[in-house]
């Protein structure tokens, strides 16, 4: 048969479910194509990762049916069906993206129950799920982990021992959580070679979505500090993943909320001398002071103008629409 895999999301991150959806079509014998209208499927898997993918994933679907293809349709912005066992539990074809690098969970789920998430409604509570050896080309000297929060598996000491001892270049994709991390961990982390998603920079992520766990920050940035971690503002080993836009109506988002919760946050991790990286929530747009808090941090415009003298370069008054 002929099998087409198509990505509706597009991020340039590699998509796994269809690097395993690959390996076992090319198992059964079949072709396997991806991304492309020159060719007859049989069968078209349409990945949609991100609930903003939707409407194209809806689209390509109601195309292929018109011309009377069977196809499937899954991913986390359209459903909660998950891959079966059989494609679920095999090495993913690396060769589709051709990346030098193997990717995969150990965990699924989390112990968080975060308002924003939207992990505990598909996958539940944390649960085991893959060893790294299940997902590890040998071949690979890189390995992306997409646990949403690997730090809370029982086993984190057995696998950040065998990161260590194989001496794989190691991302942490979905960051860690700052509210687990014990010297303990932070001290074995440290012998772990942790980088970034593209694998240039030394880089571990963890995140501050919420203003009240402030307490817990400070003391796991202090944490990391006495194990030895690299801190520093610009190139410090540590960012943080900073939520904005999150839990609040437009009409109440006045320029001292702004100030008291966001730029509250950017402000103590800078003094902390951990890197800020904001995330908009949902890619809201109808706060633009957002916008343009997101690319002055996100940019490092921080290092060679002022937040406000720069806002008002872009805004005729201060102001938030």
């Known amino acids: 048969m002929k099998i087409l895999l198509f990505n509706a999301s597009q991020t340039k991150f590699p998509n796994l479910a269809l690097m395993k959806l690959s390996a076992y079509h090319k198992k059964q014998g079949d072709q396997v194509y991806c991304n492309t209208y020159n060719v007859n499927p049989d069968i078209v898997y ?38 079966p066992p059989e494609i679920e539990h095999i090495m993913p074809d690396y060769s589709l993206y051709s990346i030098d690098y193997s990717m995969g969970y150990t965990t699924r789920g989390c112990i968080r129950n975060c308002p924003f998430c939207i ?13 790294i050896t299940e997902f590890w080309n040998k071949r690979h000297k890189k390995i992306i982990l997409l646990d949403n929060n690997f730090l809370a598996s029982p086993k984190w000491k057995q696998k950040l021992e065998f990161l260590r001892d194989k001496k794989l270049k190691v991302n942490f994709n979905q960051g860690l959580d700052i509210r687990l991390l014990t010297r303990e961990m932070a001290e074995l982390l440290r012998q772990v070679k942790y980088y970034d998603w593209k694998f240039r920079n ?9 203003l009240e766990i402030e307490d817990e920050v400070e003391r796991g940035i202090r944490t990391l500090k006495e194990a030895g971690f690299k801190m520093g503002k610009i190139h410090g080993h540590i960012m943080f993943y900073v939520l904005v836009g999150f839990g609040v109506k437009k009409e109440d988002y006045t320029y001292e909320y702004f100030m008291e919760h966001d730029y509250y946050r950017f402000k103590k991790l800078i003094e902390w001398k951990a890197m800020p990286y904001i ?16 690319r002055w941090v996100n940019r490092r415009y921080y290092q060679f103008i002022l937040w406000e003298k720069y806002l008002k370069s872009k805004m005729k008054k201060l102001k938030l629409c």
């Open 202 to 210: 030394r880089r571990l992520h963890f995140a501050w979505d919420m």
């Open 119 to 131: 992990v505990p409604k598909v996958e539940g509570k944390l649960k085991e799920w893959s060893p």
């Open 279 to 294: 995330m908009v929530y949902n890619d809201r747009r109808d706060l633009p002071i957002l916008r343009h808090f997101e």
């Open 46 to 83: 349409i990945s949609c990762p991100f609930p903003r993918d939707r409407p194209y994933a809806l689209s390509v679907k109601k195309m292929w049916e018109s011309l009377g293809v069977k196809v499937v349709i899954g991913g986390y912005g359209i459903s909660k069906v998950m891959l």
